[in-house]
């Protein structure tokens, strides 16, 4: 019966850890496939908003469409049928010509 609980006390062959070249790779791998591609798209997105001018057609996430009157910090101005809307810059979904003329995927 002693050898018995000796042996269920007794730690399991190779659980002493993970070796950290491997935890680095497994790190490096979810950064290249989860983090990268999302930092790029972002990247992408505030240049698409800060290249907007005045007088660009656009469509906010909400589907307004409407034109740019006015640009400020972090809003736009846009005229629509029924006057005048205020609306964040991350507010914009896209180009109206991006909306009528999608770009073919590459």
Same mark, same amino acid.
């Given at each position: 019966?002693?050898?018995?609980?000796? &042996? &269920?006390?007794?730690?399991?062959?190779?659980?002493?850890?993970?070796?950290?070249?491997?935890?680095? &790779?497994?790190?490096?791998?979810?950064?290249?496939?989860?983090?990268?591609?999302?930092?790029?798209?972002?990247?992408?997105?505030?240049?698409?908003?800060?290249? &907007?001018?005045?007088?660009?057609?656009?469509?906010?996430?909400?589907?307004?469409?409407?034109?740019?009157?006015?640009?400020?910090?972090?809003? /736009?101005? $846009?005229?629509?049928?029924?006057?005048?809307?205020? $609306?964040?810059?991350?507010?914009?979904?896209?180009?109206?010509?991006?909306?009528? /003329?999608?770009?073919?995927?590459?």
């Amino acid at each position: 019966m002693t050898q018995l609980n000796i &042996l &269920l006390q007794a730690p399991a062959a190779g659980a002493g850890g993970m070796n950290p070249m491997v935890l680095m &790779l497994i790190m490096a791998v979810m950064f290249f496939f989860m983090v990268w591609p999302q930092m790029r798209r972002q990247k992408k997105a505030k240049a698409f908003t800060e290249s &907007l001018q005045k007088g660009d057609k656009i469509v906010t996430s909400g589907g307004v469409h409407g034109k740019i009157s006015s640009v400020t910090d972090t809003q /736009y101005i $846009i005229d629509i049928e029924e006057g005048k809307m205020k $609306i964040e810059k991350s507010g914009v979904s896209m180009e109206m010509t991006q909306a009528a /003329y999608p770009a073919p995927k590459e």
